[in-house]
C-alpha cells in the first residue's frame, strides 16, 4: 500500500512555512472560497460545514460558500475537488466514505485520495447511531438480532449509499451475530432517517449529529453507538462493543482537504485558522451537544491520521468481507456494493 508521501513532504514544509508567512498566505484568499460537500444537505457533513464556515469566512475575509455535490459514495465531490486550481479557495469536506473506503472498496473511483488530495485539518469524529423507531419492540441489540431471527422477513436496515459506514456498520453486525438483516440503500442521510421514522426500514446506523434532534423529541431510540467510546451528547447509550459485539469500531469523521500541489503556506494557514475556530467555546460546545467529538489536529498529525485510517479500512474490508466466500472476495464484495464495473 502506497503511504501519503507528497502529503508528508507537504506538511512538513508547510510547518516550517508557518513563522514566515509569505505572500502566498498573506494575499490568500483573492477571492470567495468554496467548501464542497460530497452528500446532501442535512448530512453530518453538512452540520459540521455549517459549524465552521461563518466564522471561517471572518477568519480568511472572504465569503465561504458551502457547494452539495452529492453521488457515488461523496466520490463525485471529491473528484471535483481534485480536478479544481490548487489555490486554496475550491476546498473539501472530506469524510471517511470518501477518503478511505472507497478505495478499500474499489479499483477505479476517478480520484487517488492518497495523491490527489492534501489534509488540511481534522474537524470531528461523529459515531453512528444504531436507531430504531421509538415504538419499536427491542431496545438493545441482542433483542434487535433475536427479532430478526424470528421474523419471517427478517429487518431492515437503511444507509446512505453502498459502501458507506452506515453500509459497513450492518453489514458487518449481520455477520457477527449470523442476523437476517437486508440492505437498503438511500441517497443520502435525511432520506434513510425517514425510512426509519416513516417504518420503512427497521433500522440505520446513523450519524450521531443527524439522529439526536430526533432521539431528544422521542421519535428515535439509539441502541447502541458504533464508536469505541461513549459520546458525551447521549452518555447513557452503550457502545456495540459494551453491547456484546465484539471489536466493532466504524466511526465516521470529517476533516478539510485540499487539492494536491496547494502551497504549503495556505495550507499551513487553514489549519492554524481552523483550529483557533474549533477552540472557541461556543463552535465546541455546539458541536459536542450534537454529538460530534472535536479533537483539533495539525496538518501533519492529521495526515499521518488519514493514513492510519486507510490501512484500517483497507485491512478492516479484507478481514471481515474479502476474505469470506459468501462475498466472492474483494471484486466480489465491491460489485455487490455497487462499486466496481
Not at 24 to 38: D, E, F, H, I, K
Not at 108 to 119: M, N, Q, R, T, V
Request: glycine share 10%; with cysteine.
Amino acid at each position: 500500500m502506497k503511504i501519503w508521501t507528497s502529503a508528508i513532504l507537504a506538511t512538513a514544509c508547510a510547518t516550517m512555512a508557518a513563522t514566515t508567512l509569505p505572500g502566498w498566505a498573506q494575499n490568500y484568499p483573492s477571492g470567495p472560497v468554496v467548501l464542497v460537500v460530497g452528500n446532501p444537505a442535512g448530512g453530518a457533513g453538512d452540520i459540521v460545514a455549517g459549524a465552521i464556515s461563518e466564522k471561517l469566512a471572518k477568519a480568511l475575509g472572504q465569503p465561504v460558500n458551502i457547494e452539495y455535490r452529492p453521488g457515488a459514495s461523496g466520490g463525485l465531490g471529491a473528484g471535483s475537488v481534485t480536478r479544481a486550481a490548487p489555490d486554496g479557495r475550491t476546498l473539501l469536506l472530506g469524510q471517511t466514505t470518501e477518503i478511505v473506503i472507497n478505495r478499500a472498496l474499489a479499483r477505479e473511483i476517478g480520484y487517488d485520495p492518497k495523491s490527489d488530495l492534501l489534509p488540511v485539518a481534522l474537524l470531528a469524529f461523529m459515531p453512528l447511531a444504531l436507531i430504531v423507531p421509538s415504538n419499536a419492540p427491542y431496545s438493545t441489540v441482542e433483542e434487535l438480532v433475536k427479532a430478526s431471527r424470528s421474523s419471517p422477513r427478517g429487518l431492515s436496515f437503511a444507509s446512505t449509499g453502498a459502501g458507506t459506514p452506515g453500509h459497513l456498520a450492518g453489514e458487518l453486525l449481520r455477520i457477527r451475530t449470523n442476523g437476517r438483516f437486508t440492505h437498503v440503500p438511500f441517497d443520502g442521510g435525511a432520506q434513510a432517517l425517514n425510512a426509519v421514522l416513516s417504518n420503512r426500514v427497521d433500522f440505520h446506523f446513523q450519524a450521531l449529529p443527524t439522529a439526536i434532534p430526533d432521539v431528544r423529541a422521542n421519535k428515535l431510540k439509539i441502541l447502541a453507538l458504533s464508536s469505541a467510546r461513549r459520546s458525551q451528547a447521549v452518555p447513557n447509550v452503550p457502545t456495540m462493543e459494551e453491547s456484546g459485539i465484539k471489536d466493532f469500531d466504524v466511526t465516521l469523521w470529517a476533516g478539510i482537504f485540499a487539492p494536491s500541489r496547494t502551497p504549503n503556506e495556505v495550507v499551513s494557514r487553514l489549519n492554524r485558522e481552523i483550529e483557533q475556530i474549533l477552540s472557541q467555546p461556543d463552535v465546541k460546545t455546539s458541536l459536542i451537544d450534537a454529538g460530534a467529538e472535536v479533537r483539533p489536529m495539525s496538518t501533519a498529525e492529521f495526515t499521518s491520521f488519514v493514513r492510519s485510517e486507510a490501512n484500517r479500512y483497507d485491512l478492516f474490508v479484507k478481514q471481515e468481507f474479502c476474505s469470506r466466500l459468501l462475498y466472492g472476495g474483494c471484486g466480489g464484495f465491491g460489485a455487490a456494493v455497487n462499486l466496481l464495473p
